[in-house]
């Protein structure tokens, strides 16, 4: 497969998948098992930095003003309401940094091309997509324990097939939290997970040992980076409307095909 194509390939499902609740890492592994030989999936470490930072800058991008305020109230002397806030931010970084950090070589082991765990997984985000949708009295703001909760709902995301943005979306709704708070919270809470990582994968200074060039990285980084623009946008409206139902039932869907894939040779 030419390498441009497959650099915008890889933005394109890094782009909208780290933002619409369909998982990342599950369709990355598919990818892999589709072409097979192709590889998607072990892209280079610097062209995986890449498309991370593409999609932490679409965030960014969009939530420039709340990513300043935040800022704002973190290193204010006042208790106010940022300062709370970016408390309950950095409260939900901690269950999926310490799974990260003590379990790293496990997860790895997850990450080989297994079909039939993405596919149950996606069946499991389906599911949690599912029930979200039919939450009522969605009008609460994020507390602490919301915050730990829906922490805990990220770190169990590290598997493959379970969504990232589905699993805290999902939960913060269940947990009676506003659609729109929900959304904006679960991208929030993020940012700063993904230029951790990726301050860890530059410092561990295999970051330089990559074949790809510079037109392919910077394929790789303007699809994922304008993709995952779209993907927030449209996935706040989502949130805010019910729409989730769709997703549900293309998850169910894709990870029925895996599992019968597999199921079925």
């Given at each position: 497969m ?38 998607l ?16 800058f ?37 269950p ?9 070589d ?31 009295n ?47 919270f ?11 990582k ?66 079925l040779?």
């Open positions: 030419p390498e441009l194509i497959e650099s915008a390939i890889l933005g394109l499902i890094q782009g909208l998948t780290e933002f619409l609740p369909v998982s990342s890492s599950g369709h990355l592994e598919l990818a892999n098992a589709l072409f097979e030989g192709q590889n999936g072990e892209s280079s470490l610097l062209m995986t930095v890449t498309l991370h930072a593409a999609t932490a679409s965030t960014i991008a969009i939530f420039w003003k709340d990513i300043l305020e935040i800022l704002k109230g973190l290193f204010s002397f006042k208790w106010n309401e940022e300062k709370i806030y970016s408390l309950k931010i950095i409260l939900s970084m901690i999926a940094a310490a799974v990260g950090l003590i379990f790293e496990n997860i790895e082991a997850l990450f080989r091309a297994d079909v039939l765990l993405v596919g149950i997984m996606l069946l499991v985000t389906g599911g949690l997509l599912f029930l979200a949708d039919r939450a009522k969605t009008s609460k703001k994020v507390s602490f324990p919301h915050a730990l909760i829906v922490g805990v709902a990220q770190a169990i995301a590290i598997m493959p097939g379970i969504s990232r943005s589905g699993a805290t979306i999902s939960a913060s709704v269940l947990l009676g939290i506003d659609r729109e708070r929900a959304a904006k679960s991208f929030l809470m993020v940012v700063p997970l993904i230029l951790g990726m301050a860890k994968d530059i410092a561990s200074g295999e970051i330089t040992q990559t074949s790809n060039s510079s037109m392919e990285l910077l394929v790789g980084f303007t699809v994922a980076f304008f993709t995952g623009l779209l993907a927030c946008v449209w996935m706040i409206k989502l949130v805010k409307n019910s729409k989730l139902t769709y997703f549900s039932v293309y998850c169910f869907i894709v990870g029925g095909i895996a599992i019968a894939s597999v199921l040779k």
